[in-house]
């Protein structure tokens, strides 16, 4: 509970008689004070931070050190050049480790942004298509299909009927078989054609996960990458070739005189 300074006054009444009086505005300021607070830090304690007397230290190398007083941790902290950092706040005694923050802080960021790059997030694309689509158009769309299968996401097909093409659903659904038999190396039918109103729906499934598109996506771009290391390279060589045959074209007259 915290300390909010006085609530009540007290205050006395003509007979002398003692009265409490509520000061309403008072107390939800000190309460809105108390609940306020300051931001809570998510990192642990380190060094003189530490307000314990005693710690169960693990040494720069994962080795038990033992429990050993609070002085001491720090005295070794010093000695080794390190820092002395709680990893087990709620233990007892709280478990210490001598380490060089700064550097476990950068290699915790480094490791969470690869992390983060690695993070596969499935994708539902859309492609609309109409029961009579020209066959242009058609393999137009199916390219895109395509490209999203390999890039390991769902799409979602959807066929538009209108007027009277909703009394015929059954071109949209041989659409829909048509091009999932073209795309059944890169997909699957993960949810099978259903009317939905206008428009009749169907949902393809990559074969791939999405990290393995991903990776494979990368070691084509570092492929390509090389490769073109390697023609620029080859370029050079070949530029420095036809200097050295000028050079050689241009002094002969002089030798034969």
């Known amino acids: 509970m915290c300390r909010t300074g006085r609530f009540l006054s007290l205050g006395t009444d003509a007979q002398g008689s003692t009265r409490e009086t509520t000061q309403s505005a008072a107390v939800g300021q000190s309460v809105a004070w108390c609940n306020r607070g300051g931001p809570i830090s998510a990192e642990p304690r380190i060094n003189d931070r530490i307000r314990v007397p005693e710690v169960r230290l693990v040494g720069p190398s994962g080795e038990q050190v033992g429990i050993v007083p609070l002085a001491k941790a720090l005295e070794l902290a010093q000695e080794y050049d390190l820092d002395l950092v709680e990893v087990a706040a709620n233990a007892r005694p709280p478990v210490c480790k001598l380490m060089d923050y700064g550097k476990f802080k950068y290699e915790s960021a480094m490791k969470a942004r690869e992390a983060r790059k690695n993070q596969a997030h499935t994708v539902i694309k859309e492609m609309k298509l109409r029961p009579k689509i020209d066959p242009h158009d058609y393999d137009t769309k199916k390219g895109h299909v395509v490209r999203f299968l390999?890039?390991?996401?769902?799409?979602?097909?959807?066929?538009?009927?209108?007027?009277?093409?909703?009394?015929?659903?059954?071109?949209?659904?041989?659409?829909?078989?048509?091009?999932?038999?073209?795309?059944?190396?890169l997909g699957f039918i993960e949810s099978n054609p259903k009317q939905d109103g206008r428009n009749m729906i169907m949902v393809l499934g990559p074969h791939k996960k999405k990290t393995e598109a991903m990776a494979e996506a990368r070691e084509a771009q570092a492929a390509r990458k090389a490769g073109r290391q390697g023609d620029a390279a080859d370029d050079d060589d070949t530029a420095d070739g036809d200097t050295a045959d000028a050079e050689e074209s241009f002094e002969a007259p002089a030798d034969a005189g």
């Open 150 to 185: 390999k890039q390991g996401d769902k799409v979602k097909i959807t066929i538009m009927f209108r007027g009277r093409e909703q009394s015929r659903p059954e071109l949209g659904y041989r659409l829909l078989q048509r091009l999932a038999e073209d795309v059944q190396d």
